[in-house]
């Protein structure tokens, strides 16, 4: 069979049918995912170790040509340490614990049984990671993996993973998954492949589709197909369900496309073997409203009643990883922060504090942590009774602004970036009357796609309402209902705009109860919706920023 150079948009499986490359645009990124039944009843009981992975090596070529990223699964270690000889120019990554009868054949340094990942690439240029999926139960005869490499993949530093799932872990171990994935990328374009031991349509999937700070939803390179690649039933093995997928961030790729081969290397398959692939997309956001760490995440501030202030970094999906302390001492104590804009110009988003009667700016190195507080260039004093938010771009002039609540109602101070720090440059202009003062106002940022930012206000009743700013008359347009949320039994509110990437932006609560719970964003919000990403202490916090 010819080495294909490119794969057949929804191909039989073993078709041999290839589809020219497109001589356009940057070369497709190609993945392959295989499950190896290195020690089961599938096994491959008559190739030596070196054999098979010869064997492996040249089929993977012949049906598509040699790929990127290989993910295997089952694979012992003899066959591991085959392949290593045969894949030249590769850097691999293995992870395996367990020892199951029917290792010992292939030989090799041990008989231990796991999953390994191939990439393209020197291993000087590559930073290697690997995780257990299901920590907790040691027990098993097989310990699930992600196994991920970090590099130049496709021209550009990449985190590419490969997964073997199982039915008996909470959604089969997606969320362990995406977790380990959104620390390793730290906001780079991302891909995952692997035996995920879900059907199309299983939720374990949901929220793989979801993506990554930074790589907008992952899109799946055969999505709308159902082509079995694996049997679900004794002998002969019948293939009869898709378990394999390949996933890759959809800010970052394009015209994802996917195919399988049955390339019999076991007496009775156990998986076919999945191609994919997708080309590189170039990013058109650097930048996401929120983030202050520099991973495409935004992050959540919270002001303790201790005087610290505690950075919560995001994770894309409405929880937040291990806090840190970007701030203590008195002058924290009854701040009001909030960050929503870029007042230096640096490229990075900082933090708008109220503290006393003074409004400070506090810049962000790049990494959230932050600098002294200066002093922002306003007209206005009196700050000790206003409640100041950095509300990003109202009015759509391409500068910051904030918003604040006084007992004389809502005002909107106009800003621009200055180098020399935030620079309040214009009069302030009250858009909303005196009841205003009884409202807690909230930034989700731009969330009509218009480029201006919207305005959120929670009722002393709870009921939440969304806000644009006319320029033209100075004034807020009329309200749309967004659900209502007591402000009794939901003390605090924040809300980061869209933080799970399904178009609608996100709100969190505090409870009575001392909880974090997350509000999607998409249906109204109600005392009866959200999901808790925090347990208990959230009561010892007087402000969310």
Wanted: hydrophobic letters at 35%.
């Amino acid at each position: 069979m010819a080495v294909g150079t490119a794969l057949l948009v929804g191909a039989v499986a073993g078709s041999g049918h290839h589809v020219a490359a497109d001589p356009a645009g940057p070369a497709p990124v190609r993945t392959v995912s295989y499950n190896a039944c290195g020690a089961h009843t599938c096994q491959n009981v008559v190739d030596s170790a070196d054999t098979w992975a010869a064997k492996f090596r040249s089929r993977m070529n012949a049906e598509g040509g040699p790929a990127d990223v290989i993910a295997l699964q089952e694979i012992c270690t003899g066959q591991y340490e085959a392949l290593r000889q045969v894949l030249v120019g590769y850097t691999p990554v293995w992870a395996g614990e367990q020892e199951p009868e029917g290792c010992g054949r292939w030989g090799g340094s041990s008989t231990k049984f796991g999953q390994a990942l191939f990439v393209k690439g020197e291993a000087a240029d590559f930073t290697p990671y690997r995780a257990l999926v299901n920590p907790d139960e040691t027990s098993l005869p097989r310990q699930r993996w992600v196994l991920c490499a970090k590099g130049p993949i496709g021209g550009r530093t990449t985190l590419a993973c490969g997964v073997h799932l199982g039915t008996s872990l909470p959604s089969n171990g997606t969320p362990v998954v995406l977790r380990n994935m959104e620390r390793w990328a730290a906001g780079s374009p991302a891909l995952v492949t692997g035996d995920f031991n879900a059907v199309p349509g299983h939720s374990a999937l949901v929220p793989l589709r979801s993506g990554l700070c930074g790589t907008g939803p992952f899109v799946e390179a055969d999505a709308g197909r159902n082509a079995p690649t694996a049997w679900a039933s004794a002998a002969p093995f019948t293939y009869r369900l898709k378990y394999d997928h390949a996933f890759f961030g959809g800010g970052d790729f394009t015209e994802p496309r996917a195919r399988t081969a049955d390339i019999d290397l076991t007496p009775g398959e156990d998986h076919k073997m999945l191609w994919a692939e997708a080309k590189p997309l170039e990013r058109v956001a650097t930048r996401v409203p929120g983030d202050l760490t520099g991973d495409l995440c935004p992050d959540m501030l919270a002001v303790r009643k201790d005087g610290t202030l505690r950075l919560y970094p995001g994770t894309g999906r409405g929880s937040f990883g291990s806090p840190r302390v970007v701030g203590s001492g008195p002058e924290w104590n009854g701040a009001v922060v909030s960050h929503r804009g870029d007042w230096d110009g640096d490229g990075d988003e900082d933090v708008v504090a109220r503290t006393g009667d003074q409004l400070l700016l506090h810049r962000n190195t790049g990494t959230g942590d932050l600098e002294p507080g200066v002093v922002m260039k306003v007209s206005e004093t009196g700050w000790a009774h206003a409640s100041p938010v950095a509300a990003g771009d109202i009015d759509g002039d391409g500068g910051p602004d904030v918003l604040a609540t006084s007992s004389t109602g809502l005002w909107l101070h106009r800003g621009r970036v200055a180098a020399d720090g935030g620079w309040l440059s214009f009069g302030a202009v009250r858009i909303g009357p005196a009841e205003w003062k009884d409202r807690e106002v909230l930034a989700p940022g731009d969330t009509d796609g218009d480029g201006r930012a919207e305005v959120w206000a929670r009722g002393a009743d709870g009921t939440i309402e969304q806000y644009g700013y006319d320029s033209a008359t100075k004034t807020l347009g009329a309200p749309t209902a967004l659900g209502s949320l007591p402000r009794a039994s939901r003390p605090l509110g924040l809300s980061l705009g869209d933080v799970d990437g399904d178009g609608h932006a996100d709100l969190w609560t505090t409870t009575a109860a001392a909880d974090l719970v997350f509000h999607p964003g998409g249906a109204p919000f109600a005392e009866t919706g959200g999901v808790s990403v925090g347990t208990g202490g959230w009561g010892y916090f007087s402000r969310l920023g």
